[in-house]
């Protein structure tokens, strides 16, 4: 497909993907999972994890595998990769933990055998991306890339398309030999969503490059760091700012406060996220993407000054 092929070169030029890289579609996040787990994760992955979206990719590749370990580390915490021992081919990361608003800042540095699995659902397309330390990265388009849901983005580094090929699995509709083969003619190996991707190649003719994207989502993220630091009823969540996602804002407050607060945002046409999991009741999320607007910044910060 012709507008296939330009929306995958598109996309890696405006998010600074290297030319030998390999962009596929998939149909979502979790879809991606299941690749990641049957083509790649056989021989065992391991998973850090510090949230509930972490968590389940453990849980649904153990079903497949049933061998996931999950490492599970604090808010206030970076992952400790000196646990990560030589036999561990698949290390797996959520790069911004979308249930509680953390970060992953760095990423390990592997040997040639291991691969790096990144679920970057709500940071590609807001934050940059090391390309040189990343093996298979993923995303839904519903976050950061401001789409409808029901497709999923890809990416493989040279050293995963390698592996990949060496592991030869090939038994399932969407085994990487068989996306690999047809993306490599940039066709797609089942009905796609046609008009997703054509949506998506829109959004990549218009968005600016990830490195203007990126800084103007950082310094959006402070002004709401600078306007929760002086507001009484809700508080970050996590409270190290470095361990804090530039792209969602998780806050936590009294129970009711904060479906006053949700209530009223909503009466002004902004929908704030429920808290996720754990923290249900007691905490919000505020999405910090690149389709938000400047106007709708001001909207939502003026509804919280009035209370």
């Keep these: 497909m012709v507008f296939c092929q330009k929306t995958i070169l598109l996309f890696k030029e405006k998010m600074a993907i ?3 890289y390999l962009v ?7 879809e ?18 510090n949230g509930a979206f972490g968590n389940k990719w453990a849980e649904y590749t153990q079903k497949i595998t049933q061998k996931a370990q999950l490492i599970e580390f604090g808010l206030e915490e970076s ?28 990423f390990p540095q592997l ?4 691969l790096l699995a990144i679920d970057a659902t709500s ?20 976050k950061c890339l401001g789409l409808p849901s029901g497709l999923a983005v890809m990416v493989f ?36 969503n046609i008009l997703g991707i054509f949506l998506l190649q829109k959004v990549m003719e218009i968005v600016p490059k990830i490195e203007q994207t990126a800084q ?52 002004k046409g902004i929908l704030l996220g429920n808290g996720y999991g754990t923290w249900q009741k007691n905490t919000l999320r505020i999405a910090n993407f690149p389709s938000h607007t400047e106007e709708e910044l001001t909207i939502l910060l003026k509804t919280l000054q009035n209370l």
């Design 216 to 267: 103007k989502l950082v310094e959006r993220k402070q002004m709401y760091e600078s306007f929760f630091e002086k507001y009484a009823h809700l508080q970050f969540l996590c409270k190290t700012p470095i361990f804090r996602s530039p792209t969602v804002l998780c806050l936590e407050g009294n129970a009711v406060f904060i479906e006053k607060i949700k209530d009223l945002a909503l009466k």
């Design 32 to 49: 991606s999972w299941e690749i990641i787990a049957q083509s790649f994760g056989r021989a065992g992955s391991l998973h850090f994890s």
């Design 111 to 114: 040997t040639e055998n291991q």
């Design 24 to 30: 596929v579609f998939t149909s979502s996040a979790t």
């Design 18 to 20: 290297p030319n030998d």
């Design 157 to 192: 580094s040279p050293k995963a398309i390698q592996i990949g090929r060496q592991i030869a699995e090939n038994q399932h509709y969407n085994s990487f030999l068989f996306l690999e083969k047809n993306f490599l003619n940039f066709q797609t190996p089942y009905t796609p």
């Design 79 to 106: 992952p400790n990769f000196d646990q990560i021992k030589p036999e561990n081919s698949l290390v797996c990361l959520t790069h911004c933990e979308t249930s509680n608003g953390c970060f992953i800042q760095n």
């Design 123 to 142: 940071s590609l397309g807001g934050i940059n991306i090391d390309w040189q330390k990343s093996d298979i990265v993923f995303a839904s388009v519903q």
